[in-house]
C-alpha cells in the first residue's frame, strides 16, 4: 500500500470511529433528554438545564483550552517527547481541577449554611447543586482531555468505544433511577457523572499506560501558553451560543426564542457528527507541518472543505425538502413557523464547519492568535446583523445573519492560512457555495416538493461542473476502503 494509501485509510478510519460514536452518543442525549421531559415536571428540567449549563462553563473556565489543542501537540511530538508531554499536562489538569473544585464546594457549603438565601430562588436551586456542578464538570474536563489525547495517538476506535459505552451506561442509570424509581434532578445528575466516569476510566486506561507522570511541569506551561488564544475564543463563542437566545427573546419574544432554541438542534446534529469526522485532521495536518511538508498539508485542508461543502450541502438540501414534516415529528405543529430559519441554519452549518476545517489548520500552524482575532471581528458581525435584522425580517433575520458571520469567519481564516504559507487551493473552500447558492435559495422559497428535490439533484450536478467533486478522490478513497489495499 502507497504512503497516500495508507494515510487516507487512517483518516477514513479515524473519521468513521469519529462521526458513529458521536452519532451514538447524539442518540443517547435524545433518548435521555426524552426520558427526562417525560418524569420530571418542567420546572425540575429547567433546573436540570441550569446545572448542565453551569457545568459546561466551568469546564470551558478550568480546562486551559487544553482539549482543543492536545490533538495536535500529542501528535507531533516525538514517541519520546510524548510520555513527558502527556504526564505533565494530566498533572497539571488535576491542580487545576482541585482549586476549582474547592471554590465550588465553598460555595456549596454557604448554600448549605442558608448564608445565600438573599439570592433569587432560581440561584438559590442552583447553589444547593453547586455539588454537582463540581462534580459534572470536574469529570468532564479529564473526558474531554483524555479524548483529545487519544486523537492525537491515533486511537480513533478505543475513543469511540469509550464514548459508547459512556452513552450506554447514562441512558441505563437514568432508566433505572429517574424513569423506573422516580429519582428527580439529584438522581439525573449523578446519572450523568456515572456515565462522564465510566468514559474516563476507560480513557485513562490508555493514556496513562504512555504517560510520564514524574515529568516536568514545564511542559505543561508550554502547553497552556500554546493554548491560551484558543482557550480565551472558546469562553467567548460559548458565551455568544448561549446569550443568542436571550438576545431573541428581547428583540422579538419568548415565542421566537423558543422556535429559534429548537429548530438550532437539527443544524447541530449535523455540526456534530461531520465535526466528529473531521476528527482525525487535526493530527493528520500536525504530522504533515511537523516534517514540514506543506504541499501535502495544503492539499488535505483543500479536499478536506470540498468533501465537507459537498457532503454538508448534500445533507442540508436533503433536510430542507422534508423540513415542517421534520419539524412536526421532533417537536409540535406550533415550530413550523420556525421552517425558513431551520433553512437558513442548514445552510450555515456548511461554512461553520469548513471554517472549523480552517481553524484546525491555523491551529496546527501555531496561528492561533489569529483564530481569537477572526472570532471576535465574526461574533460582532453576528450581533450586529442579528440586531438590525431580526425586528424587521424576524427569525430569517437572525439566521440571515448567522450565515454572513460564518461565511466572513471562512473567508478571513482561509486568507490567514493561505497568508501563513499553507497552499489552500480557493476554489476548494468556495466552489461548494457557489453551487449551492442558486438551489438552497430555490428549496429554501420552493413550496412543492419536487422543486426542492430537485434542487439537490441540480447541486450534485452543479459539484461536478465545478470540479468539487474529483474522480481521483473517490478513486483514492474506494482504493482505500477496498479490504484488498492491506494486500498491496
Not at 108 to 118: E, H, Q
Not at 243 to 254: E, N, P, Q, R, V
Not at 277 to 287: E, V
Not at 341 to 360: D, E, F, K, S
Request: glycine share 10%; with cysteine; hydrophobic share 55%.
Amino acid at each position: 500500500m502507497t504512503a497516500d494509501l495508507a494515510r487516507t485509510r487512517q483518516f477514513l478510519r479515524g473519521s468513521l470511529w469519529s462521526a458513529a460514536s458521536v452519532l451514538w452518543t447524539t442518540l443517547a442525549l435524545l433518548v435521555v433528554g426524552k426520558m427526562a421531559t417525560n418524569a420530571l415536571p418542567s420546572q425540575a428540567v429547567g433546573l436540570f438545564s441550569l446545572i448542565l449549563i453551569c457545568a459546561d462553563f466551568l469546564n470551558m473556565l478550568f480546562s486551559g483550552g487544553l482539549w482543543i489543542t492536545m490533538p495536535k501537540l500529542a501528535a507531533a511530538a516525538s514517541a519520546g517527547e510524548r510520555p513527558a508531554l502527556i504526564g505533565s499536562v494530566l498533572r497539571w489538569q488535576f491542580r487545576v481541577v482541585a482549586a476549582g473544585s474547592a471554590l465550588g464546594l465553598g460555595g456549596w457549603l454557604l448554600a448549605r449554611l442558608g448564608l445565600l438565601d438573599g439570592l433569587p430562588a432560581t440561584s438559590q436551586s442552583v447553589a444547593q447543586l453547586l455539588w454537582a456542578v463540581v462534580l459534572l464538570s470536574g469529570v468532564g474536563i479529564f473526558r474531554d482531555l483524555l479524548l483529545a489525547i487519544l486523537a492525537g495517538m491515533d486511537r480513533y476506535a478505543s475513543r469511540a468505544t469509550a464514548m459508547a459505552v459512556a452513552s450506554l451506561v447514562q441512558v441505563a442509570a437514568v432508566y433505572l433511577a429517574v424513569w423506573s424509581f422516580g429519582g428527580g434532578v439529584p438522581a439525573m445528575l449523578l446519572c450523568l457523572a456515572l456515565g462522564y466516569g465510566a468514559g474516563v476510566a476507560l480513557c485513562a486506561r490508555i493514556v496513562l499506560r504512555g504517560a510520564n507522570l514524574k515529568a516536568d511541569m514545564g511542559r505543561a506551561w508550554e502547553a497552556v501558553r500554546f493554548s491560551s488564544p484558543l482557550y480565551l475564543n472558546s469562553l467567548l463563542v460559548f458565551l455568544y451560543q448561549r446569550t443568542d437566545t436571550l438576545l431573541i427573546s428581547g428583540l422579538i419574544g419568548l415565542e421566537a426564542a423558543a422556535v429559534l432554541e429548537m429548530v438550532k438542534r437539527l443544524p447541530m446534529v449535523l455540526t456534530r457528527v461531520m465535526g466528529a469526522a473531521l476528527t482525525p485532521y487535526l493530527p493528520s495536518m500536525s504530522r504533515c507541518l511537523a516534517v514540514p511538508d506543506l504541499a501535502t498539508a495544503g492539499a488535505l485542508a483543500g479536499k478536506a472543505a470540498r468533501t465537507v461543502g459537498f457532503l454538508g450541502y448534500c445533507i442540508a438540501l436533503s433536510a430542507m425538502v422534508v423540513r415542517e414534516p421534520l419539524i412536526r415529528l421532533l417537536f409540535a405543529e406550533s415550530y413550523v413557523s420556525g421552517a425558513t430559519v431551520l433553512c437558513l441554519m442548514l445552510i450555515t452549518a456548511v461554512p461553520a464547519l469548513q471554517a472549523g476545517i480552517m481553524t484546525q489548520a491555523l491551529i496546527a500552524l501555531g496561528r492561533n492568535r489569529m483564530i481569537l482575532v477572526v472570532n471576535i471581528g465574526v461574533i460582532a458581525v453576528t450581533v450586529l446583523g442579528t440586531v438590525i435584522l431580526a425586528p424587521r425580517w424576524g427569525l430569517a433575520g437572525t439566521g440571515a445573519a448567522a450565515l454572513t458571520g460564518n461565511l466572513c469567519s471562512l473567508a478571513a481564516q482561509t486568507f490567514w492560512a493561505r497568508r501563513c504559507g499553507l497552499p489552500v487551493p480557493r476554489g476548494s473552500a468556495f466552489f461548494p457555495h457557489l453551487a449551492a447558492a442558486p438551489f438552497a435559495a430555490l428549496s429554501c422559497f420552493g413550496d412543492g416538493w419536487e422543486i426542492r428535490v430537485l434542487s439537490v439533484l441540480l447541486f450534485v450536478a452543479g459539484c461536478a461542473v465545478l470540479r468539487v467533486i474529483r474522480m481521483d478522490d473517490l478513486v483514492t478513497v474506494w482504493r482505500a476502503a477496498s479490504p484488498e489495499a492491506d494486500a498491496r
